[in-house]
């Protein structure tokens, strides 16, 4: 996982107000958190932070005032109608710590020909990972497999350092058959009409 480094500025202002100038600057407003420090309020450029959080659990390399601390994203909050970041908690990190992070799960291969459906019980995976090393996602084969197969969080390859933080036994993916409608009382009719 690489890492990407952000100029941070400490902020003395806040409220929605001192919010809004900070987003009309193209910044967001930040805290940082951790560690049993006081949090610190920052505000960070937001152009590169918005590339920056395409990466799943993308770790940041923090410049502030001169001092470099790493982080991780906790919550990023969004306007639900533009998209654009409106506030971001980051939590502080070591190099060599573990950190339990959800990580997506993807799949690969085909299921068994037939009419199957593969059904997400789980999108993510929690897992537990060295901060500098956590992988993006996880990746399980679903080759072949038939209804009523399924995958518990066991089942899924992870990475070498990387643990699970979720009951072993929980489902994350199933096939089921896919099911034909029933044709409605007013169709069934008029095919028996038409039959007659």
Known sequence: MSEVKLAAETRTEFGKGAARRIRRDSKVPAVVYGHGAEPVHITLPGHELLLALRTPNVLLSLDIEGKTQLAIPKAVQRDAIK??????????????????????????????????????????????????????????????????????????????????????????????????????????????????
């Open 83 to 196: 998209g654009f970041l409106e506030h971001v908690d980051l939590l502080l990190v070591k190099r060599g710590e573990k950190v339990t992070v959800e990580v997506f799960v993807q799949t690969e291969g085909e299921l068994a020909p037939g009419s199957f459906l593969l059904e997400h019980v789980l999108n993510t995976l929690t897992v537990e990972a060295e901060a500098t090393h956590i992988p993006e996602s996880v990746t399980v084969s679903i080759a072949g497999l038939e209804a009523g197969a399924s995958i518990h969080a066991k089942d899924i390859p992870l990475p070498k350092g990387t643990t699970l933080a979720i009951d072993e036994d929980a489902v994350v993916l199933q096939v089921l058959s896919a099911q034909a409608e029933e044709p409605s009382e007013g169709e069934a009719a008029g095919t028996e009409a038409a039959e007659a």
